[in-house]
């Protein structure tokens, strides 16, 4: 195992520099070398007492975090960094295994415990821990993939060398979680190992981040492309002119996303392309080129089979992905869609990426997803959202019309069976924290909704077609956990899947959904708030009109619109 110094890590050139802004102030790297040294001290003697090798580490805290994980690298053999700490995942580890950090178990680890002073003492100067990260599972099951640190700092090194034009007093700021392997990348260890300042906490309020970064200024944004994508024009943008760099990855950032935050803040984000399984692979900046550029001492190749080949300095070996890609002349690249996505149905093999990529290359869509439903038999559905062309198409015409004009549209290169046959109009396609989709948040679009997923009603009230009921929202919804790690909220999919429910059963709507209008959200919905939710419903128009208001102060509006359904 090639172990990484102490020295090579940690760029910070004095001790009075700081490391991070954390809930309870500043913490300069004396402090964080202090603490490092006490946890690394006592986490080596309980590991040698319990003969344990393995420690899997989970905690919302950047900077607590960061304590947690270089101790461990400095004396476990094994560091696992889940995603999240649900129960299943805790099921999934072999025993044995220590906890650390944040987990619903009796024995864990918490830092504070680590934390307890024991004098002066050393720092490790070695880490060669093996680390385990995980798949984000938007395409499966997450699967548990093995990085050395020296794989870690290599990349980091290579990004550094990128975009040498970062300000060293710059402070970093993230919307994504540490725990998977961008936000570990790019929100942590980049900084500790440029000697820049990170803030510890996790934004799930834009606003807020939009201000901390006027505060610390120059800054840099870590996000996704689902966290790009929601924006709101009263948010105080104007103080986006403080950040000298927005990076984003996850998936792919739409152009018009891409073009709306270099208005609304001054600053085109960069988009970088990879895996869990691969690192960083490539960049790109659809400003000004579409295509991806490899980052330096990436090799790329393509298979028979046209899927992309890797090979790079944070690789022990090639590793053939499952994406198709266009090679260009320029060494540069397309992406063409993942080939893991093959669905069969009537003994025909089906691409949906294929399906997606030709709904996005048409003027009338932005972003689409595709999938497949089971009900009688197996059929094509998407969900997606349409360019102002498309939506002024759908309204003037009408779904059945503008349906049968994109079908035919797709006709020309897809066969019969692979034609659409359900769709769902929205105005942003649901994501995770982590921006990626998960297949049961969009199937959810084509389903009814549990009784678990409905909240206990304490009030309801319907004056002919319209109604309101008021519920409070109970903190064990399953639909809570997961969204956002650290604040858990009501997605805003599930509150149109309550919109619908309640007004089937107020309304006794029997029609097939057919789309969405004018969704908003404004708001976020948390456990314990009192909501009242006012439903409409126009049998001529077969449109349920709803809006989302906190019960006692009627002007905070959590989210409001109009669901459509067919009119056969």
């Excluded at 809930?23 to 070398?33: M, Y």
Aim: net charge positive.
């Amino acid at each position: 195992m090639i172990e990484v110094q102490f020295n090579q890590l940690f760029g910070y050139r004095d001790d009075n520099e700081t490391v991070s802004h954390t809930l309870t102030g500043k913490v300069n790297f004396q402090q964080f070398k202090k603490e490092l040294a006490w946890a690394s001290y006592k986490l080596r003697n309980i590991i040698a007492k319990k003969r344990i090798s393995r420690v899997a580490i989970y905690c919302e805290d950047s900077y607590e975090f960061s304590i947690l994980f270089f101790s461990a690298l400095s004396c476990a053999k094994i560091v696992v960094v889940p995603g999240n700490n649900k129960r299943i995942t805790i099921n999934s580890f072999a025993e044995p295994i220590l906890f650390l950090g944040e987990w619903n178990r009796k024995t864990v680890i918490k830092l504070d415990e680590l934390l307890l002073d024991t004098g002066d003492q050393k720092l490790p100067q070695f880490f060669s821990s093996s680390i385990q990260l995980f798949t984000s599972g938007s395409s499966g099951r997450p699967q548990v993939i093995s990085k050395k640190i020296e794989h870690l700092f290599k990349e980091v090194s290579e990004h550094e060398k990128k975009w040498n034009s970062l300000n060293r007093k710059i402070t970093t700021l993230a919307t994504v979680s540490h725990q998977h392997i961008y936000g570990l990348l790019f929100k942590i260890l980049w900084p500790i190992m440029s000697g820049r300042t990170f803030v510890s906490k996790t934004y799930t309020d834009v606003p807020k981040l939009l201000l901390d970064a006027a505060n610390w200024a120059p800054a840099m944004w870590i996000a996704s492309p689902a966290q790009l994508s929601r924006r709101m024009t009263t948010w105080p943008w104007h103080l986006g002119k403080a950040f000298t760099h927005i990076f984003s990855s996850g998936g792919a950032l739409q152009l018009e996303d891409a073009q709306a935050i270099e208005k609304l803040c001054g600053i085109v984000p960069n988009e970088i392309y990879g895996s869990t399984e691969t690192g960083g692979i490539a960049w790109r900046c659809q400003q000004t080129e579409p295509s991806w550029t490899p980052l330096a001492k990436v090799n790329l190749s393509s298979t028979s089979d046209g899927l992309l080949r890797v090979n790079s300095p944070w690789l022990d070996f090639p590793f053939s992905c499952h994406d198709r890609i266009e090679l260009l002349e320029n060494g540069n690249f397309h992406l063409l869609g993942r080939i893991d996505r093959i669905v069969k149905i009537e003994e025909k093999r089906i691409s949906l990426s294929e399906i997606e990529i030709r709904l996005i290359a048409h003027d009338y869509f932005v972003n689409a997803k595709a999938l497949v439903v089971e009900r009688k038999r197996k059929n094509i559905a998407v969900v997606a959202k349409l360019s102002e062309k498309g939506l002024n198409l759908l309204k003037t015409e009408g779904k059945v019309r503008f349906i049968k004009k994109v079908r035919k549209y797709l006709a020309l290169d897809l066969e019969g069976v692979a034609l659409p046959r359900l769709w769902r109009f929205v105005d942003e396609i649901p994501t995770n924290q982590q921006g990626k989709t998960p297949k049961e948040t969009l199937m959810r679009m084509f389903d009814t909704t549990p009784d678990t997923m409905v909240p206990h009603v304490e009030k309801r009230e319907q004056i002919g077609n319209r109604g309101k009921i008021v519920f409070r929202v109970n903190s064990d919804l399953p639909c809570l956990p997961g969204h956002f790690s650290k604040a858990p909220v009501v997605p805003g999919v599930i509150q149109i899947d309550w919109a619908m429910h309640f007004g089937r059963e107020l309304f006794g709507i029997s029609d097939i959904f057919s789309h969405m209008e004018v969704i908003k959200f404004k708001q976020l919905m948390l456990p314990e708030d009192l909501v009242a939710l006012i439903i409409e419903f126009d049998p001529g128009k077969k449109k349920l009109f709803f809006s989302f208001h906190d019960y006692n102060e009627s002007n905070k509006e959590y989210s409001s619109g109009k669901v459509c359904f067919r009119h056969d």
